[in-house]
């Protein structure tokens, strides 16, 4: 009997262990910095309660076996610890990503006012773009490129020069898509536009990028129409180290960065700095650039309530160009092919050429615009905070371009209507300059072509504060203010006269106002001689003011969060003119414009993989500043036609998550209505002298409606360890509707009734009759593709080393097109036709990278080729007269075959 129970002791027991070995799980899983993606190296995974752990590996990733309802403790330097219990059955269990909080200095006050969107909790459309992603997929493209595989994005190259890229988001341009750099609108205050060479070296300071397509979440008074992008940039870092790379690809392309953080001091103290060159012969011929991009982050944490960071960076930078209007038909792209050998046509560029013996382009821009803040965090007790900016943007620079008499202006452009032009060309298709001196030099009445400096320089102050709180244990309440005054200085400077000795401009005359809201010109301005220097055509400064509130009220419970906001906005208007007006009447009044906005949307997550959200909102909007004026370059001028745009839109949207699988879809409308539409031209008249004077037109358009529709569908599958798949789709249906009309102005801004003779309306009783009407019923939005799509593919086939793979498409993309007012005439209705629609195309990149440890510091070498087959398309067209191939100009394509190599150094 004993025997029997020592027995069935010793089977019992090992039933016990193997049972328990049965129950064992392997887990796996990767490890990464939350803000960065960044993989966390060496980070400790240990089984709460026992001895058993692992480390991650250089790509951050691990594997640990556990037992039935374990938990996993995640630990590493710098960051807070974090747990993860294992409540799923199987012999293997996949965690996914795991994202770790840095425990230290991450500038919380920048989190706050940047209004980033939160997943399965913030109701909006949302991609969010880490700085790993950049540093693998970017390359030698331009920073907005890393975008162009997100749903409802097109991205352009322009006319190809260093950082000249457009970018649309849902069919809106870039004076409707919001850029914030730590949630403080960076988009021009007269013009809206976003000039990207201005950001140039953004990629290289970047924390987190975030692209909210739509109304989105951003905390302004002022929302975007389209949508917005958020740039973070990096804080003072709380580890020591930093890194060095040097990089270098196709046309001379070189690039050196370095950046060093001296970690938290133990009295509260920390600073990172970054610095880098850019430089290169460009792939467009002719454009040569050179860039420079500096940050530098200081922060002092005084105690648990307050924190102080003073943050600034900039891009100085100048680079050649080939500005949009020298894009050609398509038949002329293949006639200059002769010019270019074995090099591709579509190179080409007519304002490159040679002046004694020199390389020169008459097409240069320089600019440079750091931002500066200094932020604030007061945490006032444990559910109230108070965040700050206070910001300043001071930008100087210039584009450079060529002037001249009417009879000869335009022909520095180097083509015009998509042609070539030959009056000054080489028989190698590059621009005669000297051809130019030439003529100036022969010339008796002075250079008949200058060059001018268009000077746009500013000053932009700012203040944006926002209020947190909470009401009870389910109410999130932000509440601030929103303040900005801006002043631009807009010159156009004589720099060198070409070979001539001085230059008569018959237009540069000051005027003084008359009773009747026209100008007479002081005959002690015309016809001087200028020289360099001097200014021509425009010296004025554009204010802007800007004071605004915003609220928002947040609801989150269990499964619920929703969230009801408004703003309101006063923007104020007025010029100063120094070349049109005496001192008397140099500045204009001031025009106010009362605006507000009103959002709200809700998420539910229905179980802990499946969400579902919705919101809607109603925004009405100042004019922008060119609107309200006649003609803002020279004209005090008002338009009453101005009037605030209102815009309504809706968007509902699912997603899917687990750990190795997310999804999401989204439908989405919006309403426009009262967009305005600019358009101007030139006519040529007698004087009283008989003289040929040339004059410019301007017609400034009110009542046009556009709708945009559409839905979106992207995901991220890890179904291996070693394999990642992302992908998207989007489909959008972007068409105008309604009558634009408007009256032709004059240069000094009274209204014509005769643009063959210049005649100006004198009884405005019976104005009516000489307003235009342009009718846009049901034609497509153009200048962005409605359909796009992408696949991507990232293998990690062994420890170290990575390989990418990405395809993207891009079909329905209209070409663009003015409204053509010079044919729509006075009194008239102009219908718009439908325009060409650019034939689809499609590319693929390849990536690759591989990370060792270099002694004790650890090297990552990169390379990116992108366009890998070579592909030829047009990304850009202007529709033509028969809205079809053959007429249309200023046809752009895309940039061949381009390469990139970096090697980077941790330390």
């Known amino acids: 009997m004993r025997k029997h129970l020592i027995q069935f002791l010793l089977v019992a027991v090992l039933l016990v262990f193997t049972s328990a070995a049965w129950a064992q799980t392997t887990v796996h899983g990767q490890l990464v910095d939350a803000e960065t993606g960044e993989p966390l190296v060496g980070a400790a995974v240990m089984v709460e309660g026992t001895t058993q752990g692992s480390v991650t590996d250089i790509d951050g990733y691990f ?34 990503t795991i994202k770790m909080q840095p425990d230290a200095v991450m500038l919380s006050d920048v989190t706050i006012t940047s209004s980033v969107a939160v997943a399965r909790k913030t109701p909006v459309a949302v991609s969010t773009v880490d700085p790993v992603f950049i540093e693998e997929k970017l390359g030698s493209q331009e920073f907005p490129e890393i975008l162009k595989s997100t749903p409802g994005v097109y991205t352009t190259k322009d006319g190809g020069g260093y950082g000249d890229a457009q970018t649309r988001i849902r069919g809106f341009s870039s004076e409707n898509v919001a850029m914030m750099i730590n949630g403080v609108p960076m988009n021009g205050m007269e013009n809206q536009k976003v000039y990207w060479s201005n950001w140039a070296g953004l990629s290289d300071v970047t924390r987190s990028m ?377 500045k204009s009044d001031k025009k106010h414009y009362l605006g507000g906005n009103v959002k709200g949307g809700i998420n539910y997550n229905l179980n802990e993989y499946n969400n579902i959200y919705f919101n809607a909102g109603y925004i009405n909007r100042a004019p922008m500043f060119d609107t309200s004026f006649i003609n803002s370059q020279n004209s005090h001028a008002r338009n009453s036609d101005a009037k605030n745009e209102k815009v309504m839109s809706f968007e509902l949207g699912y997603g899917f998550r687990t750990g190795f699988f997310t999804a999401n879809v989204n439908a989405y409308y919006t309403r426009w209505k009262d967009k305005a539409l600019y358009d101007s031209g030139t006519y040529n008249y007698e004087n009283e002298e008989g003289v040929e004077i040339e004059d410019r037109w301007t017609l400034n358009m009110t009542g046009a409606n556009a709708n945009h529709m559409g839905i979106e569908f992207d995901f991220v599958a890890k179904p291996l360890r070693w394999l990642d798949v992302t992908g998207m789709f989007s489909w959008g249906d972007w068409r105008w509707n309604g009558n634009a009309k408007g009256f032709y102005y004059n240069g000094a801004g009274q209204m014509l009734a005769d643009l063959k003779t210049g005649e100006v309306v004198s009884d405005m009783a019976n104005a009516e009759q000489y307003r235009a009407n342009i009718k846009m019923d049901n034609i497509h939005v153009g200048g962005s593709a409605q359909t796009t799509a992408a696949l991507g593919v990232n293998v990690r086939p062994m420890k170290g080393l990575r390989l990418s793979l990405d395809w993207n498409f891009f079909a329905r993309n209209y070409a663009g097109y003015d409204i053509d007012a010079g044919q729509a005439g006075m009194g008239n209705e102009y219908v718009v036709t439908e325009p060409w629609e650019i034939p689809s195309y499609h590319t693929f990149d390849l990536s690759a990278g591989y990370s060792f440890d270099f002694g004790k510091v650890r090297a990552t070498l990169s390379g990116n080729v992108n366009n890998l087959l070579d592909q030829e398309y047009i990304a850009d067209a202007r529709d033509g007269s028969k809205h079809d191939w053959e007429t249309a100009t200023r046809v752009l394509y895309g940039f061949g075959r381009t390469y990139s190599v970096r090697l980077k150094f941790n330390f």
Request: proline share 1%.
């Open 63 to 96: 594997k640990q076996s556990v037992a039935s309802n374990a938990t996993l403790l995640f630990k590493y330097i710098g960051y807070k610890d974090q747990k993860k219990k294992i409540t799923q059955k199987g012999a293997s269990v996949e965690l996914g």
């Open 210 to 586: 975030q692209v909210q397509r739509g109304l989105g979440a951003a905390k302004v008074s002022v929302p975007a129409v389209g949508g917005s992008i958020n740039i973070i940039t990096k804080s003072t870092e709380a580890k020591r180290g930093g890194f060095v790379s040097y990089g270098m690809g196709n046309d001379g392309y070189n690039k050196i960065l370095f950046s060093v953080s001296s970690g938290l001091s133990k009295d509260g103290w920390a600073f990172t700095l970054l610095g880098g060159k850019t430089w290169g012969d460009g792939y467009i011929q002719g454009t040569e650039f050179e860039g420079y991009n500096w940050f530098a982050s200081v922060a002092k944490r005084f105690n648990d309530n307050h924190q102080l960071s003073l943050t600034a960076f900039g891009a100085p930078q100048w680079h050649n160009q080939r500005n949009n209007q020298n894009g050609l038909t398509i038949k002329e792209w293949q006639r200059v092919k002769q010019y270019m050998g074995e090099d591709s046509p579509y190179k080409y560029n007519p304002t490159f050429g040679y002046r004694n013996g020199q390389v020169f382009n008459s097409s240069r821009n320089s600019y440079h615009k750091p931002q500066i803040s200094l932020n604030h965090l007061w945490q006032i007790d444990r559910k109230s905070s108070l965040s700050t900016a206070l910001y300043v943007s001071i930008g100087r620079g210039n584009g450079y371009s060529g002037s001249g008499d009417a009879a000869n202006r335009s022909k520095w452009y180097g083509a015009s209507n998509g042609l070539v032009n030959n009056e000054f060309r080489e028989v190698d298709g590059t621009f005669a300059y000297d051809e130019v001196e030439a003529m100036n030099a022969a010339s008796t009445t002075g250079s008949k072509m200058i060059m001018s400096k268009a000077m746009n320089n500013h000053t932009w102050y700012g203040l944006l504060s926002t209020y947190t709180t909470k009401f009870g244990e389910n109410f999130d309440f932000y509440g601030g203010i929103d303040l900005r005054y801006y002043k631009g200085l807009h010159q156009n400077v004589i720099t060198d006269l070409f070979g001539g000795s001085y230059f008569v401009d018959i237009d540069n005359r000051k005027n003084v106002r008359v009773e009747n809201n026209a100008a007479a010109a002081d005959p002690n301005f015309k016809n001087q001689k200028l020289g360099v220097g001097d200014v021509i055509y425009r010296d004025y400064d554009g204010f802007v003011m800007s004071e605004g509130v915003f609220a928002q009220l947040e609801y989150n419970y269990d499964k619920l969060s929703a969230f009801v906001s408004g703003g309101l906005s006063n923007t104020s208007y007025w010029r100063y003119d120094r070349l049109y007006y005496d001192k008397a009447h140099a």
